[in-house]
């Protein structure tokens, strides 16, 4: 019984030359995308050293004791950064405080709990509590926590904060806790563990590091905002300790005021403060990275 | 099909009592009669799906149950529904009665938790807790409900990874993680962690399906020393390992609808030497499953 083949395809038929011709065209396009996706890489990688280089020559020369340990002069120009640190330092750990439990204990809720549908609408929430421009934050903070008691305080500035630091805890907390494996739970409870304590001392304690990650990165956040303590902390030239019902100064708002005045001795002062601000971001998103690589896999 | 019905020279009790026993249900000689199951008319679903139908069942205090049968038979559901683990997935329930020594475990006074301190589980693939050291993992079941004194801590750990066959290996790193075991010391390790609650069954899924053939004897081997203290059910997949290490085996198989169903119980040697139902002869010898 004889075989017919399919008629060879034109292609196939051409010249051998002609081939490797094309083959040379496909070549070089293939080089020509990836000297572009190398470019556009080094497009984005300018801003971000440029920004670090230029902050780090401006602000190191404007580092000194004073800038650390004096608050701005009461009177003309001078003092230092001292009461925009110690307020940065407050409102951020008393916003760690409140968003941290808040945001594990509902991504626990969230992973452990929920059904499907309930943990996709919460999650849906935090997505969009995570979009909203902080300035909005700021705005209902002030409406609630400022208008009734006619007073800039501390206390509302650290709440603006806690509300931009929820939805990333409980969104990386969230994601982490999905990772550990459904047979720990398994063991642990086959054991006779009660749940919460499985989730507890099982779940969440094997994605410790990865939440610890998320909490990072939170406060890395919120230590960099601004807009949300604009008119909530509003900012102040006296150090204040302790005192949540005062206005309090922090290191964005402290950038803000000194890059605005007509005093070079001020601007210095805000490019200092801009290096210590981004030396404490820098410090912790290299520690997190530090910590969540060469971690074994489970 | 002739079968060596298993490696029966640590030789406390000789192999044939229990297996004379174990097709009538009758308590071993000897032992405590602690740690009886009966399943009477049990079925379990998941949502719609019968996974499951009219179970019947003597599980023999003290001795090794085998469960043997095709993929998808609910050999695995069966065991999670003794100590409740089966209703851990959502719309998962069941139907009819689990007894333990004459106790209801699905009675509506009985609490999982507590119900899995005495019916204890190994697992298919090993899983000891990673952030957990050697030590810990032990006590994990434990500490995880109540404080104990630290010199009590140490004696559980020592007599439960003896009883495991693994303190000679371990005893020395015990503050070392345990992920850096290899795969049969963890499993071994699972099943330290198990019985050091103190269960009275010991319910095991294919516990050495992920291991290699040596670490799979050693865990024969282990179920050989264990089988007198614990009433154990065993699922495997491996009918040569049900017939060496055994006493009773069951049979399942599903039906056209998919669910699950016990054709045939008892004693291991007869069962692989002259099973009564030819289910169980073609796939004892290989002709389907």
Redesign the interface.
């Known amino acids: 019984m004889a075989v017919t083949l399919d008629q060879p395809l034109a292609s196939s038929a051409l010249p051998r030359l002609l081939t490797l011709r094309t083959d040379r065209r496909r070549t070089l396009l293939d080089r020509f995308m990836r000297g572009l996706t190398v470019a556009a890489m080094v497009v984005c990688i300018i801003p971000l050293v440029a920004v670090i280089a230029y902050v780090t020559i401006n602000g190191l020369a404007a580092i000194n004791l004073d800038l650390l340990t004096k608050p701005p002069k009461a009177l003309g120009v001078g003092g230092g950064a001292a009461a925009a640190i110690l307020g940065s330092l407050q409102m951020v750990s008393l916003a760690t405080v409140m968003a941290v439990p808040a945001g594990i204990l509902s991504s626990v809720y969230v992973s452990e709990f929920a059904?499907t549908r309930k943990a996709a609408g919460i999650r849906f929430a935090a997505d969009v509590l995570a979009g909203v421009p902080s300035i909005l934050v700021g705005i209902f903070t002030f409406t609630i926590l400022v208008l009734p008691f006619q007073q800039y305080n501390a206390f509302a500035g650290s709440v603006a904060l806690a509300i931009i630091m929820w939805p990333i805890v409980l969104r990386t907390t969230e994601e982490i806790l999905a990772l550990v494996?459904g047979?720990?739970r398994?063991?642990?409870?086959?054991?006779?563990?009660?749940?919460w304590?499985?989730v507890l001392?099982?779940v969440v304690?094997?994605g410790?590091t990865g939440i610890l990650t998320g909490v990072m990165l939170a406060v890395a956040r919120a230590a960099g905002e601004t807009a949300p303590l604009l008119f909530t902390a509003l900012g102040s030239r006296l150090i204040n300790v302790g005192d949540w019902q005062r206005p309090m100064d922090a290191l964005p708002l402290f950038i803000y005021q000194n890059a605005r005045q007509p005093y070079p001795v001020l601007n210095a002062q805000a490019w200092g403060a801009a290096f210590l601000l981004m030396l404490f971001v820098l410090v912790v998103n290299i520690a997190v990275r530090g910590r969540s690589m060469g971690r074994?896999t489970? | 099909m002739a079968v060596e019905v298993g490696p029966r020279d640590s030789g406390s009790s000789p192999s044939e009592t229990p297996l004379a026993d174990g097709a009538a249900g009758s308590p071993v000689s000897g032992g405590s009669a602690t740690g009886r199951l009966s399943i009477e008319h049990m079925s379990a679903y998941y949502g719609a799906f019968c996974a499951i139908r009219d179970l019947n069942l003597e599980i023999v205090p003290q001795a090794v149950t085998a469960i043997i049968g095709p993929s998808g038979c609910g050999k695995s559901t069966f065991i999670r529904t003794i100590n409740r683990m089966h209703e851990l997935v959502p719309n998962a329930r069941v139907e009819g009665s689990v007894r333990l020594d004459g106790e209801d475990v699905y009675g509506p006074e009985v609490d999982p938790v507590s119900l899995r301190r005495v019916i204890g589980m190994v697992f298919q693939r090993p899983n000891p807790f990673p952030t957990m050291s050697i030590y810990d993992n032990v006590v994990a079941g434990i500490r995880l409900g109540a404080r104990r004194p630290r010199a009590e801590l140490d004696a559980i750990v020592e007599g439960s990874l003896r009883r495991a066959a693994l303190w000679e290996e371990v005893k020395d790193k015990l503050r070392q993680n345990a992920t850096a075991l290899s795969g049969g010391q963890q499993q071994r390790l699972c099943i330290a962690r198990a019985l050091a609650v103190e269960p009275e069954v010991l319910l095991m899924d294919e516990p050495a399906s992920a291991l290699d053939p040596i670490a799979t004897l050693r865990i024969e081997e282990l179920l050989g020393e264990l089988r007198r203290l614990y009433t154990i059910v065993i699922v495997t997949h491996n009918m040569q390992q049900a017939a060496r290490i055994s006493d009773v085996t069951a049979f399942f198989t599903m039906d056209e609808g998919r669910a699950g169903y016990l054709v045939e119980v008892g004693p291991t040697r007869q069962m692989f030497t002259s099973p009564t139902e030819q289910l169980t002869e073609d796939y004892i010898t290989g002709r389907f499953g």
Do not use: K, N
């Not at chain 1, 398994?186 to 749940?195: F, I, K, T």
């Open positions: 059904g494996p047979t720990l398994e063991a642990s409870l086959a054991l006779g563990v009660q749940r304590r499985t001392s099982i304690r094997t410790f074994r489970y």
